[in-house]
């Protein structure tokens, strides 16, 4: 009996360890997860719809994401990426598509990490171009980063998701997520700051600024920046400074896709100089002084003249 109960003991021991075992990598996997989240439920040839690129990391904080995704080229297309809701607020690489190869890699940074669920990496705005099945996946190599201050590189739990693309019902019109989603955002991009800076490294130690904002809703288009009264010009972050007096007021102009802007300036460094100190007014000064001395000295001549006529 006792050598039973024995028997019996170890055989549990032994099969719960081996479960364990199996599931061990999975449990580990399963603390930071990288999806797709399609809103849309049925999808037809020619729509355009939006699917969210996430990650949910509830046991580790994450500071970056480096990686490709994949998609069948021949069922989709991607018409826009969307960094505008994302936790990523850094982008050393910005997301870059190919419709070419089926592809679209990627590196985002969180400078203060991210810990929790459900975190929008990228809004990636899909054509269906044909009916089918398409898969979109990830790259060999997809990662993430601990923020542990080391750098440690994590392998995420990689969900992909299959689409079935339908053919279109004639009474069914064609659905373009994106363009309503432009047209329902009447809000500009969020308040951001503008910093002025100088570094050996950066524009050879020259005066640059730097700034970033996002657009919850559409997304950012593009950067404007205006010198003093100059015409704004389309720039990027950072910024090399044309006039490097930094007596210029300095406005940056964020556009997101649905045209809303948010400007937001710092005045000059060093205002201009007053005018009594400017090389012109020293230059009009002189000229004035030399013009009376002439015309002084031509009245004196002529009154010479008059005189020793009068004598």
Known sequence: MNKNFKEKKYLVVGAIFAIGFFLWPFGIKAATTVYFDLETPVIYESDTFLINLKISTP????NV?????????NKLEIKEVSAGNSLFALWPKPPVFSNDK???????????GFQGKEGEVLKIIFLAKSEGEAKIDFLDGFSVFLNDGQGTQINPWLRPLSLNILTRPLEIPVKDEWQVLIE???NPPEPFEITLGQEPSIFDNQYFISFFTTD????I????VQEGTKPYIVGDSPYLLKDQKLRSTIRVKAVDEAGNERIVEIPATYPPLPFYKTLIFWIIIAIVSAVIIIFSWIVIQ???K??????
Not at 59 to 62: R, T, W
Not at 102 to 111: A, E, I, Q, R, Y
């Open 59 to 62: 046991d580790k904080s994450v």
């Open 65 to 73: 994401i480096d990686g490709t995704i994949l998609y069948d080229n």
């Open 102 to 112: 089926g592809t679209l890699s990627f590196v985002g940074g969180v400078p203060d």
């Open 184 to 186: 329902n955002d009447k």
């Open 216 to 219: 919850k809703e559409s997304g």
């Open 221 to 224: 288009d593009h950067y404007e």
């Open 302 to 304: 002529r009154i010479k």
């Open 306 to 311: 008059k005189k020793i006529e009068s004598e």
